[in-house]
């Protein structure tokens, strides 16, 4: 079974720039997760889908952020502008549910896509 | 926010030794999940307790909750060296994981 798909693996960026980037979550998943991680940090939640449906975006700085997730599958993360601070790697999990109902339920995390923003 | 505090941040053993981390936090929870990240790559989920669990196995982990004090520890007998990689809990609540900043573990050979 195919895990969670990201791409790109890597990007570097002038501050000012847009980025944007795409996740293939695991095949009948329904909710897809973003998160970022600092350098030294543990990934912290920015957005989580329930199909197609934003349920948590409270941690996405929506002034510069966006995400959307057309017909509940992949879904792409955006920034614009790109300011140095988000430099960072930004991780998409999907798990089947919401709610860790069994232990399968729990989040698989795709491999990441590490933003430079010079 | 990071809800979860791991101990220690940095640990350093010989292979065949026992690993030890802590993981303490601050609200009441669903379950604690640990995670396990090698360096570039994405987290994998290692083991999940939940609330009303006091123990858990898994091959060569073992995990501990204790609610009352807000604390788990994740214990890895017989290390390899292919268990260097840094490791973080993260607890459930509401249907959010929040995670700790990890503890790096590196496995001498």
């Known amino acids: 079974e195919a895990g969670v798909v990201q791409s790109p693996r890597y990007k570097i960026i002038e501050k000012k720039q847009p980025v944007a980037f795409w996740c293939n979550p695991i095949s009948g998943h329904n909710t897809l997760y973003w998160y970022r991680q600092n350098l030294g940090q543990g990934p912290e939640l920015l957005i989580r889908y329930e199909n197609e449906e934003a349920v948590d975006d409270s941690q996405l700085p929506k002034d510069r952020f966006s995400a959307e997730r057309l017909k509940g599958v992949d879904s792409t993360l955006k920034i614009q502008p790109a300011e140095l601070g988000d430099s960072a790697v930004y991780l998409c999990?999907?798990?089947?549910?919401?709610?860790?109902?069994?232990?399968?339920?729990?989040?698989?995390f795709g491999p990441g896509t590490r933003l430079t923003v010079l | 926010s990071q809800q979860g505090e791991e101990d220690p941040q940095a640990l350093s053993i010989q292979e065949g030794e026992n690993a030890t981390m802590n993981c303490s936090y601050k609200?009441?929870?669903?379950?604690l999940q640990w995670y396990r990240q090698n360096s570039g790559r994405g987290l994998v989920h290692l083991i999940l307790?939940?609330?009303?669990?006091r123990e858990k196995h898994s091959g060569r982990l073992r995990v501990t909750l204790d609610t009352s004090k807000k604390s788990s520890s994740l214990l890895i007998t017989a290390s390899r060296a292919a268990d260097t990689a840094s490791y973080f809990c993260?607890?459930?609540?509401?249907?959010?994981?929040?995670f700790g900043k990890g503890t790096k573990l590196s496995v001498i050979p």
């Open positions: 999990a999907s798990s089947l549910t919401l709610a860790a109902i069994v232990e399968t339920d729990t989040q698989y």
């Open positions: 307790i939940r609330s009303n669990e």
């Open positions: 609200t009441s929870i669903n379950n």
């Open positions: 993260a607890t459930e609540r509401s249907y959010q994981l929040t």
